[in-house]
């Protein structure tokens, strides 16, 4: 087992160039998915391989051995794992667990909150425009999801920049992208080595949205001038809306900060000025295959370990 655990547990230091690598050469949509997979994938091998090693060194004490009906024998002689490894693995284990249920619980409220405002807002349209005289656009997650636009934004923009605005809203709600950075977010609350799978989701959902938005309204610069206006416009702005509601919010100054070069604006802009992205199948492989070797790992020291614990019960028992 000790080999697979330990090579369990170095796979999410690969965060960074998986980051990379999807969001430079898979579309958009398709850096999404696999960015997001990726995050819950390593959270969960990788919390699960902590769990192992913590419960290893666990049944090889007597009193839980026999409580187990395993025989000291069989266990002690199996791959045995030290006791400060096992306690380190347990304590990060247990901060996994706090660490994740804590985020789940936030977001949960914070999701229930924005759909109960998307339910409150008037009309009964999918877009609500407010007289905030601070420039703010964002989509609210709800049954249904609204889209808010201020009346300052609004101003910021012409006639065809709105049309790209709107078109990008509409992709974040059509696409509910806030159900992929949740799930990414709450895989780097559970493994902070994947904060960079973290903010990679949250820059691809922007990247998605921008491609959605330039789809639909069929010119790749209207909607590149659009996304550096309304940035420009929110950049001193005061929006006077909850961050909680930001769930989905299109212009986030937090999107895509984690990887390296310039920040997400000029990044989705100079994207937008270049032909619309193809997807590498070689680059989707390597990261599904990368992931398929890290569940496999994973899988195999569950199994070890598995294997050891069956025997030591049918030993005791006979």
Not at 59 to 67: C, M, N
Not at 172 to 189: D, E, K, Q
């Amino acid at each position: 087992m000790r080999v697979f655990v330990y090579v369990t547990l170095l796979f999410p230091f690969a965060a960074l160039p998986l980051a990379r690598l999807a969001t430079t050469r898979l579309h958009p949509r398709y850096a999404t998915w696999l960015l997001t997979l990726a995050a819950v994938v390593l959270a969960g091998t990788s919390c699960g391989a902590l769990g192992l090693l913590a419960l290893a060194a666990l049944v090889r004490v007597p009193a839980f051995a026999r409580l187990g009906h395993l025989s000291t024998t069989i266990v002690e002689g199996g791959d045995p794992v030290s006791a400060a490894i096992a306690l380190v693995a347990g304590v990060l284990f247990g901060a996994a667990l706090l660490a994740t249920a804590s985020f789940a619980l936030e977001r949960t409220r914070a999701l229930r909150i924005a759909f109960t405002h998307a339910r409150h807002l008037p009309g009964q349209q999918s877009l609500v425009i407010t007289p905030d005289p601070a420039a703010d656009a964002y989509t609210v997650p709800g049954l249904p999801g609204r889209i808010v636009v201020s009346a300052g934004m609004l101003d910021a923009l012409d006639e065809p920049g709105r049309h790209a605005l709107l078109a990008h809203e509409h992709a974040h709600l059509s696409g509910h992208h806030y159900i992929y950075t949740s799930a990414a977010r709450l895989a780097a609350a559970a493994n902070p080595l994947l904060r960079p799978l973290a903010g990679a989701v949250d820059y691809a959902v922007e990247r998605w949205a921008d491609e959605d938005a330039a789809r639909t309204v069929g010119d790749r610069r209207q909607v590149a001038t659009a996304v550096a206006r309304a940035a420009i416009a929110t950049k001193h702005a005061r929006a006077h809306r909850s961050p909680i509601l930001a769930l989905g919010a299109v212009f986030s100054r937090e999107s895509g900060r984690s990887l390296a070069g310039a920040g997400p604006v000029p990044r989705r802009v100079a994207a937008l000025l270049d032909p619309a992205p193809a997807t590498s199948l070689i680059a989707l492989a390597a990261g599904l295959g990368f992931l398929a070797v890290a569940s496999l790992c994973a899988l195999e020291a569950a199994n070890d370990l598995q294997d050891l614990l069956s025997l030591a019960h049918f030993v005791d028992r006979h």
